[in-house]
């Protein structure tokens, strides 16, 4: 239920009563509707669903989450595969 | 809120749906309904063996020193007009290269032109200077043609069918169930780049994109592979339906299993980024320039080399190999080290929400 | 793909569940709740590289599979009007109805058209004010927010020819069928990182009490699905009852509070059947009474269609988890994607579509250990 595309912000505008941005999923573009997301700004990146920003992605959680489990392979490569039960 | 305990074994749903009695536009898609369509309506009807063996083209003897290769292909793309290309350079080098696969060389075509009452002169001759390009760059001759007129709305503009033929080189054997363990498969580059330049362009789902569509004659090409190696078993071109759906009718065709490598196939990055946005799997996205081989592994490397120094090959690369088992079936090998198995496409591809 | 390619890191999900299966001492069930979860799992394989004591089964998490043949019903009845632009999301034209899907509609002249986003809808809307515009409203929670603005925005422009047929899902209370059930076997659940991200988590704790059930937020890409199982394993190995949030880029505890208000202005809870299961008291959203102009339902003539569910494949079972769809005797001979018997099937995400493009290797060449 969930097709939800991580999208920077390139551009805002309104429209039709509506806050819209320009959105860059890579080299694609698209408008999505900021409504949601008011606080989002040029530059960040927000989960789009169905052309709309959903939540807006946080840089130092990411970091965070990627810095813990990147310890936790190293962890697998120290200890090696043998310890396998 | 209730507390009643609600019945979670029930076992229900809606008869099968059989869409036998009326066309749909899933059986246009490329993928298993109009393979089934094919096999329903028309062999039954036309029966021989060159329509039998089910290649993009028909290999046929009329008792000269050499066979002929002959295809034909309509074409009903909109918009007309794309990044990359329009429908006269898709029609010219879609038969070509069906004509080519064959292990031929493309002579002649035919062109039959279905126009929309109101259609721009403009637009007419923008699209046949195009063909004649498209014929200049591929070395053949269109060399006889129809043309019909039909009322406003019934023909998105403009539709075109084409028809060619080609001699068949000597010492080949090359179709789709002549593939064989041992083999590897090549393909010439990036999938994906025809179908989502369209979809781009047709507007529909809102997406702006640098992509071209890939849409080029392959016929100098395949000259220079088959110059390289006379043990080419398969050339096909992944058109609609996708890579995916052109590697299971060759597995099928020739009872032998494909194993892809995915961290081999090539996607250029605004083609993933829109296949992600959308729900998308590159694999089933038609191409219209580019090409699968099937060779045994060691003409490979001469066949790789001949490629990388051709237009259009450039970006060659192994992408799997030919196994005895499981038979008939396509499998993918994913980045993770994972097995996964690669249909068909079965209809219509549809973007996704969940 | 910023994103995206740091989640798919081969090393990274390997050395995840590797601490996975230092982590597990005995078997455990978990099911994952959304399709689009099912999907990446059986697309990337992941079930085949996790220890052989993790089951996963999965859940009744496409709103595609659980929209009932009821609804769908009047959603062709609708879309075959004449004067009538029928809107969708593409998965849904698949779906079978008594009888027809919209692909049938379309080919007998249906005006039938699939939109990416409802704004679409609300514009097709505005360029075609001699016609009716319906849009078929189905999703979990995620997709709410979208909907209902679609509604708000109609409203605003002034549009008369702008409806929505509803048929919204909340995850809850199918949760709580789920673990209530007397044949349940779920001992954690992968939530729906998306609809979390909507809605926050804060409605599930007292879920995980009352059933004794760990549940962690898990987001979409490999190296997310890997993490959610890892910290549910972790929680169940130390027999915590406890809801945890693997997807913290994306999602808080509070969720999204403009959409979550959004959604109660336009929506109200509602009693919902899903197709397969039957009415899960209170698990929908449908349209406000205010916003009555603006239903679909109310607007045409189809209150009358009732549609009998007969029982011909086990679809039922396969969405709440009971059965694998290699269980069912149809699978692969009856029952294929362009001859869909139910809603699993004909879904891209759902369970059977996403094993049966994926997942047969398991049975036919047995190279995995994990094949069941």
Redesign the interface.
């Known amino acids: 239920?969930?097709?939800?595309?991580?999208?920077?912000i390139v551009e805002v505008y309104d429209q039709?009563?509506?806050h819209m941005a320009k959105v860059d999923?890579?080299?694609?573009?698209?408008?999505a509707?900021l409504?949601?997301?008011?606080e989002a700004k040029v530059g960040d990146?927000c989960?789009?669903?169905?052309?709309?920003a959903?939540?807006l992605?946080?840089?130092k959680?990411?970091m965070?989450?990627?810095d813990l489990?990147?310890q936790?392979?190293?962890?697998?490569?120290e200890?090696g595969?043998e310890?396998?039960? | 809120m209730s507390e009643e305990t609600v019945n979670m074994e029930g076992a229900v749903c809606a008869p099968p749906l059989h869409h036998t009695d009326q066309i749909v536009m899933g059986h246009g898609a490329g993928g298993r309904m109009s393979h089934q369509l094919i096999q329903k309506a028309f062999l039954p009807a036309f029966q021989n063996p060159a329509l039998q063996a089910g290649d993009d083209a028909a290999l046929v003897d009329p008792g000269l020193r050499q066979q002929l290769s002959i295809s034909t292909d309509s074409h009903v793309v909109w918009p007309l007009f794309f990044p990359g290309g329009d429908i006269g350079r898709l029609a010219v080098c879609g038969t070509v290269n069906d004509v080519a696969m064959l292990g031929a060389k493309p002579l002649y075509l035919t062109a039959g032109f279905i126009l929309e009452e109101g259609l721009e002169m403009s637009t007419l001759q923008r699209v046949v200077a195009s063909m004649q390009s498209a014929a200049q760059e591929a070395g053949v001759q269109i060399v006889a043609g129809d043309t019909k007129v039909v009322q406003k709305g019934k023909a998105d503009g403009l539709y075109i069918t084409t028809a060619g033929v080609g001699i068949v080189r000597p010492n080949v054997n090359i179709g789709g169930a002549q593939a064989k363990p041992g083999d590897v498969v090549i393909l010439s580059g990036s999938i994906g780049d025809h179908g989502i330049a369209v979809l781009g362009a047709r507007g529909e789902l809102g997406f702006q994109s640098s992509i071209q569509s890939d849409v080029a004659p392959l016929n100098h090409l395949i000259e220079a592979m088959l110059n390289a190696s006379e043990n080419i078993h398969v050339l096909r071109d992944p058109t609609r339906g996708g890579l995916a759906t052109t590697l299971n009718e060759i597995a099928t065709q020739s009872n032998i299993g494909i194993q892809l490598d995915e961290k081999t196939i090539p996607v250029r990055p605004e083609v993933s980024a829109a296949c992600e946005m959308l729900g998308f799997d590159p694999l089933y996205i038609a191409n219209e320039g580019k090409l699968i081989c099937f060779v045994p592994r060691e003409d490979a490397e001469n066949v790789l080399k001949a490629m990388r120094a051709m237009k259009y090959g450039e970006e060659a690369l192994i992408i799997g190999e030919v196994t005895a088992e499981p038979q008939g079936r396509v499998l993918l090998k994913t980045a993770l080290g994972s097995k996964r198995v690669v249909d068909m496409l079965a209809g219509e591809m549809l973007p996704r929400i969940c | 793909m910023k994103y995206v390619n740091e989640y798919r890191d081969a090393q990274l999900v390997r050395g995840v569940i590797e601490e996975i299966r230092r982590t597990v001492t005995r078997p455990w069930t978990l099911m994952e709740i959304c399709g689009g979860q099912t999907h990446a799992i059986v697309r990337h394989g992941i079930d085949q590289l996790l220890p052989s004591e993790i089951e996963l089964v999965h859940g009744p998490g496409c709103p595609v599979c659980v929209t009932p043949l009821e609804l769908i019903d009047k959603a062709l009845a609708i879309a075959a009007c004449p004067d009538v632009i029928f809107c969708s999301y593409g998965d849904m034209l698949r779906v079978p109805g008594s009888g027809r899907d919209l692909f049938s509609v379309k080919a007998q002249g249906g005006n039938v058209r699939v939109v990416y986003s409802p704004l679409d809808a609300v514009k097709l809307a505005q360029e075609n004010p001699d016609k009716q515009v319906v849009f078929f409203a189905i999703g979990f929670e995620t997709t709410a927010p979208p909907n209902v603005m679609s509604v708000l925005q109609a409203q605003r422009l002034g549009l008369t020819n702008y409806s929505i047929l509803v048929s919204h899902v909340r995850v809850p209370p199918a949760i709580k069928a789920i673990l209530g059930s007397p044949s349940n076997r779920v001992q954690g659940f992968l939530l729906a990182g998306h609809v979390n991200a909507v809605m926050g988590y804060w409605e599930y704790p007292e879920l995980a009490e009352q059933f004794k059930v760990p549940m962690v937020v898990t987001g979409f890409e490999p190296l997310d699905i890997v993490q959610g199982i890892l910290k549910t394993v972790q929680l169940l190995e130390a027999g915590k009852v406890e809801v945890a949030n693997a997807y913290s880029r994306a999602v808080t505890f509070d969720g999204n509070k403009p959409a979550q208000q959004t959604i109660q202005k336009v929506f109200m809870e509602c009693d919902r059947k899903w197709r397969g299961i039957g009415t899960i008291p209170m698990s929908g959203w449908c349209l406000r009474l205010e916003f009555d102009a603006f239903n679909a339902e109310k607007r045409f003539d189809v209150e009358a269609i009732k549609a009998e569910e007969s029982p011909l494949c086990i679809a039922g079972q396969i969405l709440q988890g009971l059965k694998k769809p290699h269980n069912c005797p149809a699978f692969g001979t009856v029952c294929t994607p362009e001859n869909p018997l139910g809603a699993t099937m004909v879904s891209s995400e759902g369970a059977c579509a996403a094993y049966y493009r994926y997942g047969r290797v398991n049975l036919e060449i047995h190279s995995s250990p994990q094949s069941r």
């Open positions: 239920m969930c097709l939800g595309v991580p999208g920077k039709g009563g509506l999923f890579g080299g694609i573009f698209r408008e509707c409504d949601y997301v008011p990146y989960v789009i669903h169905v052309g709309f959903i939540s992605l946080d840089e959680e990411a965070e989450t990627l489990l990147k936790i392979s190293n962890l697998e490569e200890l595969t310890s396998t039960p």
